[in-house]
């Protein structure tokens, strides 16, 4: 098979007939291609995708390093170093400029492939068919002459010449701006139809609101129609809200650091210090000192701990999301398959006649299961439920659908509730069924919701109220079936004509028991301050009898119907929101509804959904949960974070994570904001209370690049702290600095420049020529002690266990050996401008690094007695 034409040499695909298309684009409309020639076509016409911002490679992260104005003030001061006649420090300045970049090229670099991995997980997929059989890809991989299957719900993949349609709509408004779902057909149209009009046709990036159909692949990537206006955009990944508040406050910051050098290099200079030393001294404190690379470690920690979320099955979507779990206050969940488990069985039949063979023959008819190339049944869990138990008792799918072939159907949908199929009978030798007459004719096979199909039936068994209301006590789904015989089908099928004038068949009970870890689940929101609402489209004896079990349901909380919703005003739902904890017979466009008045009341929700009615309640939501294996390509299109098992357990997991994550930032914020506290303090009262400049610009630069590179970045992986879901939500626009940090970052920082400043003193009486050295390693220690102590903002270092973060310890080691080298190598004495410490000296050094670690032990004590930051 020849490689197929360019699409743009043939645009007006439109008008042309499926056969016509086919043979242009040398596919089959039936098998679709080969796999060999879809490989040689992808090689052709690159893969299905839209432009992206160009990623910087390696060497442009590696040179971006050295782009920051405070990086570029330190090479101007190596420079001016080298001119004053200082080689020796020029070169070192130099060596740690280059270290510094060396660290902040692997952080970034990590950063950008974890991102990269988020994005391919991420990544929307197709339904095609190749060499006959039905295959899920990566909707990357689709190449012209492709034969793509649509079902409702997907995010068509590319631009298509439809072959074949069953009631398929698209919404097309992001493309054409037509509000309304366009109903599609397979008819050739003229040639010089407009692209709104353009029926048989399906573009890529639209949606299917309803229906099922097929399309050959005539365009991929920047080919397609939306291809051709991504083609003028372009952009690049937006900023976290943290992000944001974080940059302003490092831009806040650098001007008050360099007010304090400015002072500290006058005062210097007025007391006879050397004017290079003094400005170098600044020029490295205010490097030092603003926290330039705080953003950046924002996006690392979130994206890498984005990464280890999938592991525990959820994939977070956007970043932002990664900040507001910490805030959710309530979580309104589906019930099928996310708190339960999915598995449908029929637990119980009922039927008012005697010829069970008839029910059986509906419950295998009238099911939309399919069978794949390797001859197993696939389909949802309510149809797989239903053949199921319609093959136990000797009711075939596949030899029924030979016998009584489907010719026509209306899919079931969220407003009526119902799924209708139409079957010929043969001409001659029927098989048996009740009422079924001479051979030839149609047969009518409806079932759906009992509330919806029952006022269609023409009479019902006096007691079928009552069985239902039994059924769905039970905690049973409950389906109703009924049928009808036709002579003719209408032209035009129609749900008010063909679901008319039933006969009542019976009720299948199905039951889908909760899932073993949901009920812990729900008692762990509970415990974080975070309230759990079931959302189900089931009977409300169902939902209530599911909702008890778990503990969703207790004594005060209220079960709604969506036909009582409805009758609500705005007032009084917002009044009873609160109180609700079971939205039962709900349509999904009234989960928007749910969403906006719990937000009205302050609340912020996470909304779970699946299907693309789900979209506007997934988008308004806080934090919008598609369903990874069920869900439709439009809700994760919609949603913020996609539950790759489609477990309630698994939403939970993300929130005590993304709990995590911003406890982490804030550790991470605590300890360099108060490292580098700790430094301007140290320098910047020195000369006021009549003692030298206590340490050389080089020293300044050594202890921000050993202390704030590794044992900063380990916070990351500080696990989970003791009860982290038995606190309250945060508030979203609740301040990085809350409950108690900026006073932590001024009184330990204050700590720790008097704790260096003794050192200098008591040294300097005692006539030590070590005191530089004894104030350089104080100040490093100290901040290794502050960095073990503040792992947690309540428990003791020691209840946590100096193993239970091992990255950490490890830096922590590296370290305090890096800065035994800078004071013991002979080598490192005249770069550094140090001397061994006699034992005595560094034995007072240790103790009196340790005075910040026991300090900030003191103040978690206070913490957890209600003594100090009380607004905890």
């Given at each position: 098979m020849a490689p197929a034409p360019d699409p743009g040499e043939t645009p007006l695909w439109h008008g042309s007939s499926v056969e016509a298309t086919a043979e242009a684009l040398q596919s089959d409309s039936r098998r679709g291609l080969t796999s060999a020639e879809a490989a040689r076509r992808l090689r052709r016409h690159g893969p299905n995708r839209l432009p992206e911002p160009v990623r910087r490679g390696p060497w442009r992260l590696l040179l971006g390093q050295f782009s920051d104005f405070m990086i570029l003030v330190l090479i101007a001061a190596a420079v001016v170093s080298g001119l004053a006649g200082e080689p020796v420090d020029a070169l070192a300045i130099l060596v740690i400029v280059l270290l510094n970049a060396l660290i902040g090229f692997v952080q970034e670099?990590?950063?950008?492939r974890a991102m990269a991995a988020l994005k391919r997980m991420a990544a929307p997929q197709a339904s095609v068919i190749r060499d006959g059989r039905d295959l899920v890809l990566d909707a990357s991989e689709l190449v012209p002459g492709d034969l793509v299957r649509l079902e409702a719900g997907n995010v068509v993949p590319a631009d298509l010449r439809l072959s074949e349609v069953a009631a398929l709509r698209c919404e097309e408004a992001a493309l054409t701006g037509e509000s309304h779902p366009v109903d599609k057909s397979s008819a050739a149209l003229p040639g010089a139809a407009a692209l709104a009009e353009r029926a048989n046709m399906a573009y890529k990036g639209t949606q299917v609101s309803h229906g099922r159909g097929l399309g050959l692949v005539v365009a991929t990537g920047t080919a397609t129609e939306l291809g051709r206006i991504a083609a003028?955009?372009?952009?690049?990944?937006?900023?976290?809200?943290?992000?944001?508040?974080?940059?302003d406050f490092g831009r806040r910051l650098a001007w008050g650091v360099l007010g304090l050098c400015a002072m500290l290099f006058a005062a210097g200079v007025a007391r006879g210090g050397d004017i290079t030393l003094m400005f170098l001294t600044a020029v490295s404190l205010a490097v030092a000192a603003i926290p330039e690379a705080l953003p950046a470690v924002v996006t690392i920690s979130l994206a890498l701990g984005a990464r280890r979320m999938v592991r525990q099955q959820a994939?977070?979507?956007?970043?932002?999301?990664?900040?507001?779990?910490?805030?959710?206050?309530?979580?309104?969940?589906?019930?099928?398959?996310?708190?339960?488990?999915?598995?449908?069985?029929?637990?119980?039949?009922?039927?008012p006649a005697a010829d069970a063979e008839s029910f059986y023959r509906a419950l295998a008819l009238n099911n939309d299961c399919r069978f794949g190339a390797d001859g197993r049944v696939q389909g949802d869990a309510t149809e797989l439920a239903?053949?199921?138990?319609?093959?136990?008792?000797?009711?075939d799918k596949r030899r029924l659908d030979h016998d009584l072939p489907r010719v026509a159907e209306l899919p079931f949908d969220a407003v009526r509730k119902r799924m209708s199929t139409a079957h010929r009978f043969p001409q001659t030798n029927p098989p048996p069924l009740a009422g079924e007459g001479e051979g030839g004719g149609f047969l009518v096979l409806v079932k759906g919701a009992p509330e919806t199909l029952l006022p269609l039936c023409r009479s019902l068994p006096t007691d079928a109220q009552a069985v239902l209301?039994?059924?769905?006590?039970?905690?049973?789904?409950?389906?109703?079936?009924?049928?009808?015989?036709?002579?003719?089908?209408p032209a035009a099928l129609d749900a008010v004509e063909l679901e008319r004038d039933l006969d009542f068949l019976g009720f299948a009970g199905l039951q889908d028991p909760p899932r073993p870890e949901a009920r812990q689940a729900v008692l762990d929101?509970?415990?974080?301050?975070?309230?759990?609402?079931?959302?189900?489209?089931?009977?409300?004896?169902?939902a209530q009898a599911i909702a008890r079990e778990l503990g969703i349901l207790d004594g005060d909380g209220e079960v709604i119907t969506g036909p009582e919703l409805a009758r609500l005003d705005a007032a009084e739902f917002e009044r009873r929101v609160a109180d609700i904890r079971v939205y039962a017979r709900v349509d999904p466009e009234q989960k928007l509804r749910i969403v906006q008045a719990l937000q009205e009341r302050g609340e912020f929700v996470a909304m779970t959904g699946d299907g693309v009615n789900d979209a506007p309640a997934l988008k308004a939501a806080d934090i919008g949960v598609a369903m990874g294996r069920i869900g439709t390509d439009v809700a994760r299109e919609a949603a913020s974070l996609v539950l790759l098992d489609d477990n309630f357990a698994t939403i939970v997991a993300a929130v005590k994570q993304g709990r995590r994550i911003y406890d982490n930032i804030r550790k991470f914020v605590k300890y360099t904001m108060t490292s580098n506290s700790g430094e301007i303090w140290t320098l910047f009262l020195a000369p006021f209370i009549g003692l030298p400049i206590p340490l050389l610009p080089i020293h300044i630069l050594w202890i921000n690049l050993v202390t704030d590179g590794l044992p900063g970045l380990a916070l990351a992986a500080e696990p989970a702290e003791r009860g982290i879901m038995r606190r309250p939500p945060r508030h979203p626009k609740e301040s990085i600095f809350a409950h108690g940090l900026w006073l932590h970052i001024l009184w330990v920082g204050l700590l720790m420049g008097g704790v260096c400043l003794f050192t200098q003193a008591w040294a300097i009486a005692h006539g030590s020529p070590n005191w530089q050295a004894m104030v350089f390693t104080v100040l490093t220690l100290s901040q290794m002690g502050h960095v073990l102590a503040i792992r947690s903002e309540r428990d003791s270092f020691f209840r946590q266990g100096p193993l239970s973060n091992r990255p950490l310890l490890a830096a922590v080691l590296l370290t305090f050996a890096l800065q035994m080298a800078a004071l013991y190598l002979p080598v490192l004495?005249?770069?550094?401008?140090?001397?061994?410490?006699?034992?005595?000296?560094?034995?007072?050094?240790?103790?009196?690094?340790?005075v910040l670690f026991f300090g900030v032990e003191l103040e978690k004590w206070g913490i957890r007695r209600g003594w100090v930051y009380r607004d905890r």
């Open positions: 670099y990590r950063a950008e003028l955009l372009s952009g690049g990944e937006p900023l976290t809200p943290l992000q944001k508040r974080l940059a994939l977070i979507r956007r970043l932002p999301a990664v900040e507001t779990l910490g805030s959710v206050t309530y979580i309104c969940a589906d019930k099928t398959g996310t708190l339960t488990q999915n598995r449908m069985q029929v637990a119980r039949t009922w039927r239903l053949y199921q138990a319609a093959l136990a008792q000797g009711q209301e039994e059924m769905a006590a039970a905690g049973l789904r409950v389906m109703a079936f009924a049928w009808r015989r036709l002579e003719t089908l929101c509970r415990s974080a301050g975070i309230t759990p609402v079931m959302i189900t489209g089931d009977h409300p004896a169902t004495n005249p770069i550094f401008k140090t001397a061994p410490l006699s034992a005595a000296e560094l034995g007072f050094c240790l103790v009196l690094s340790s």
